[in-house]
């Protein structure tokens, strides 16, 4: 058995800073529709969508007519639905599910009860599915500290749903525990609500999917849906599946400090890095400029016209530079203490440095952990450079006084 993972499809909306050319691609409705093709052409026996699957700004008029029809063409094809609501369709979501028989469309979990349904292949339940429905837009409360905590007997796999908040314990969208919900006796979770995908593997794997179609420069990176696999008994960890059509992406350029200013050489700089972004069809780029260089102005003046060139697969939304005069950083060494600190740190912080920056480090964590934040470790090499400038700087001021 196949099985689609997917959440926060927001339709209704349309992704934002994008040429004319390009809004109807960038509807989430025509993301919706790709989706609907792509699971019918797989194949797939199941769609499991996590809530948020209307936008509340503009979910009637606009998008539910899309929706309806998209789950009667997969009904068609033998394929069930499965949904629970998230804080944006809490009120909207139930009003579709009253359209359709259970074995089209089926809306878990309605009233914030959870709630499972039997999957059967060839006559025999082969999955149960558990789910949870906001029942208003905004719940305070960890909706999966109510789950039925009884594991299933007759060792049939579960895969629950539910709409929340990880990692954010006084979340008004139902803030939820990764740890937590590995605890409980299921095989996969699947949520929604954050639209950058993950997958936290083990048992249960925990997912994340993301929205499967970009709204804004805010979500860069990888977008798509998630397939997994139901094999005797087992229900596979998901996979990516139908990416979307749509990328946004920062781009850091680094300038070597020999290289001269030219407009044709900036351009095969940002044709490479689109060359390494896996294949999209339109691609919105945030381009930033960084390095030591010998001509600042000439660099800035190359790039004036640079936001109107678009070869046709992407287009530069906006510029940002960090280029500073090249400078003889052993001649910069010798003008004073403060200057060598500085130049050291660059290849290598003083050992006193680093202890003081470890201890900056613990209490960040201390004070992560004392919050209930289910943040990873930080690192002493993942401080803003702000923190090791002003360690620097302390340092100094130390040696002059």
Same mark, same amino acid.
């Not at 309806?68 to 139930?94: E, F, W, Y």
């Not at 009884?150 to 539910?162: C, E, F, K, N, R």
């Given at each position: 058995?196949?099985?689609?993972?997917?959440?926060?499809?927001?339709?209704?909306?349309?992704?934002?800073?994008?040429?004319?050319?390009?809004?109807?691609?960038?509807?989430?409705?025509?993301? @919706?529709?790709?989706?609907?093709?792509?699971?019918?052409?797989?194949?797939?026996?199941?769609?499991?969508?996590?809530?948020?699957?209307?936008?509340?700004?503009?979910?009637?008029?606009?998008?539910?007519? +899309?929706l309806?029809?998209?789950?009667?063409?997969?009904?068609?094809?033998?394929?069930?639905?499965?949904?629970?609501?998230?804080?944006?369709?809490?009120?909207?979501?139930?009003?579709?599910?009253?359209?359709?028989?259970?074995?089209?469309?089926?809306?878990?979990?309605?009233?914030?009860? @959870?709630?499972?349904?039997?999957i059967q292949d060839q006559g025999q339940t082969c999955l149960y599915v558990d789910g949870w429905s906001f029942p208003t837009s905004k719940v305070n409360q960890d909706p999966t500290l109510h789950y039925p905590n009884? %594991?299933?007997?007759?060792?049939?796999?579960?895969?629950?749903?539910?709409h929340g908040d990880p990692g954010v314990p006084d979340s008004p969208y139902a803030p939820l525990s990764i740890a937590h919900l590995q605890s409980l006796p299921v095989s996969g979770w699947l949520l929604g609500h954050i639209h950058r995908p993950q997958l936290t593997s083990g048992s249960p794997w925990v997912l994340m999917p993301g929205s499967p179609h970009p709204l804004d420069p805010?979500?860069?990176?990888?977008?798509?849906?998630?397939?997994?696999?139901?094999?005797?008994?087992?229900?596979?960890?998901?996979? +990516?599946?139908? %990416?979307?059509?749509?990328?946004?992406?920062?781009?850091?350029?680094q300038i070597s400090s020999q290289e001269p200013p030219s407009i044709d050489g900036l351009r095969k700089h940002i044709q490479t890095a689109v060359d390494a972004l896996p294949a999209t069809l339109m691609n919105v780029l945030r381009i930033h400029l960084c390095g030591r260089v010998a001509q600042v102005d000439a660099w800035r003046a190359c790039c004036e016209n640079l936001e109107s060139w678009a070869p046709g697969n992407f287009i530069i939304e906006s510029l940002s530079f960090d280029l500073h005069p090249a400078i003889d950083l052993t001649e910069a060494s010798q003008t004073g203490p403060v200057q060598a600190l500085l130049v050291q740190a660059l290849d290598q912080l003083p050992e006193d440095l680093q202890a003081r920056l470890h201890k900056r480090?613990?209490?960040?964590?201390?004070?992560?952990?004392?919050?209930?934040?289910?943040?990873?470790?930080?690192?002493?090499?993942?401080?803003?450079?702000?923190?090791?400038v002003e360690a620097v700087l302390l340092k100094a001021m130390e040696q002059l006084t």
């Open positions: 058995m196949k099985i689609v993972l997917s959440a926060d499809l927001h339709l209704g909306r349309t992704s934002t800073r994008l040429p004319e050319t390009w809004r109807d691609a960038g509807r989430s409705i025509r993301a @919706w529709e790709r989706l609907v093709d792509a699971v019918i052409a797989d194949q797939a026996d199941l769609l499991c969508l996590s809530g948020d699957i209307l936008d509340h700004r503009n979910q009637l008029w606009e998008a539910m007519g +899309p309806q029809a998209g789950i009667q063409k997969l009904h068609q094809a033998g394929i069930r639905t499965l949904a629970v609501s998230g804080n944006h369709d809490a009120s909207s979501l139930p009003e579709v599910a009253a359209q359709f028989p259970e074995e089209a469309f089926t809306l878990l979990g309605k009233m914030g009860t @959870w709630q499972r349904v039997k009884t %594991p299933s007997s007759d060792g049939i796999p579960v895969l629950a749903m539910v805010g979500e860069p990176g990888d977008h798509q849906a998630w397939v997994c696999q139901l094999d005797q008994g087992v229900l596979s960890p998901p996979q +990516p599946f139908c %990416p979307a059509t749509l990328r946004y992406e920062n781009i850091d350029i480090c613990e209490h960040i964590n201390r004070q992560n952990e004392y919050a209930g934040k289910e943040l990873p470790e930080l690192l002493l090499e993942q401080l803003p450079v702000s923190s090791k």
